[in-house]
Nanobody, 111 residues
Framework: QVQLVESGGGLVQAGGSLRLSCAAS????????MGWYRQAPGKQRELVAS???????NYADSVKGRFTISRDNAKNTGYLQMNSLKPEDTGVYYC?????WGQGTQVTVSS
């Protein structure tokens, strides 16, 4: 059974940083791409960043230059380093691997 567990969210002031983690159980992590999504209140879930199994990354325009996605296949863990946070980055952040979702972690950026 596959489980994804996100952590690292919290409340931060604008301009601050957070680092999210996504720990995966099961044998799907190292061979599959991973994505970080977020869902703001009243909005659809959107893709923030993705990374292939070999480390190629892609970002939404809104986070380019501020967020960095990475992965450690040996630890079955993915990361999202978020710098220069803005209030519009507020939302629940989810990781997705091979169609599986974690429970999400709340990120709140105050102005």
């Amino acid at each position: 059974q596959v489980q994804l567990v996100e952590s690292g969210g919290g409340l931060v002031q604008a301009g601050g940083s957070l680092r999210l983690s996504c720990a995966a159980s099961g044998r799907i992590f190292s061979n599959n791409a991973m994505g970080w999504y977020r869902q703001a209140p009243g909005k659809q879930r959107e893709l923030v960043a993705s990374i292939t199994s070999v480390g190629r990354s892609n970002y939404a325009d809104s986070v380019k230059g501020r967020f960095t996605i990475s992965r450690d296949n040996a630890k079955n863990t993915g990361y999202l380093q978020m710098n220069s946070l803005k209030p519009e980055d507020t939302g629940v952040y989810y990781c997705n691997i091979f169609g599986y979702w974690g429970q999400g972690t709340q990120v709140t950026v105050s102005s």
